[in-house]
Structures are given as C-alpha cells and as structure tokens.
C-alpha cells in the first residue's frame, strides 16, 4: 500500500488549501484514511479521518467547521479542504490508512507528508 500526500504550501491566515492523499495498492479501497499533522517541537496528532465509504467522518475539535474531508472512490483520493487557516495550523500534514484504527488510529500505513505553513 502506498499513500501519496500533496497540496501544501504557504498561506496567509484566514485563506483556504486543499490537501490530497492518493492511496494505491491491495485492500485500500476497504480502508479508513485519517490525516494527522505535527508541528515543530510537537507530537503528531490526529485531524479528521473518514471510512472509505465516506458514510462516517470524524474531526478533532480544533478544525471541526473549517477543514472537511470527502473522498473519490473511483480515484482512491482522499482530500482535505482547509479553511479559515490559522497559524496554529502549520504542520507538516501526513495521511494513513489501514484495516484498522478507526478514527483516531494506529494506521499502518503513512504517506510522506506535505507541509501547510500558515502565515500571520
């Protein structure tokens, strides 16, 4: 399983980025994908996950009514629109999927990570 994460870039507070996580191999399309982030001198911590279905979504407090996550079965992508971005937000933004760890995880597998950076 391969997991490709892209979209990040630099933002000024209070404008939008659209994140994508492209899955690939045996069983992906059964799996739930989640998104964690991690600032420098933080831990990673988890964001929002969705099943591959799409039918149950699930967001950490802190990004609940600005970022939403939706899926496209028939591309096995996974996106993550960010709105209303704060400098609390800029992370370095990693996908992971897996069998299990719905939602918060573990997840088995990761994607690279693509970094959000939030200008004041």
């Known amino acids: 399983v391969q997991l490709q994460a892209s979209g990040g870039g630099l933002v000024q507070a209070g404008g939008s980025l659209r994140l994508s996580c492209a899955a690939s191999?045996?069983?992906?399309?059964?799996?739930?994908v989640g998104w964690f982030r991690q600032a420098p001198g933080k831990e990673r911590e988890f964001v929002v996950a969705i099943t591959w279905s799409g039918d149950r979504t699930y967001y950490t407090d802190s990004v609940k009514g600005r970022f939403t996550i939706s899926r496209d079965s028939a591309k096995n992508t996974v996106y993550l629109q960010m709105n209303s971005l704060k400098s609390e937000d800029t992370a370095v933004y990693y996908c992971?999927?897996?069998?299990?760890?719905?939602?918060?995880?573990?997840?088995?597998?990761w994607g690279q990570g693509t970094q959000v950076t939030v200008s004041r």
């Open positions: 191999g045996r069983g992906v399309s059964t799996y739930a």
């Open positions: 992971a999927a897996g069998p299990g760890g719905w939602p918060t995880g573990p997840y088995d597998y």
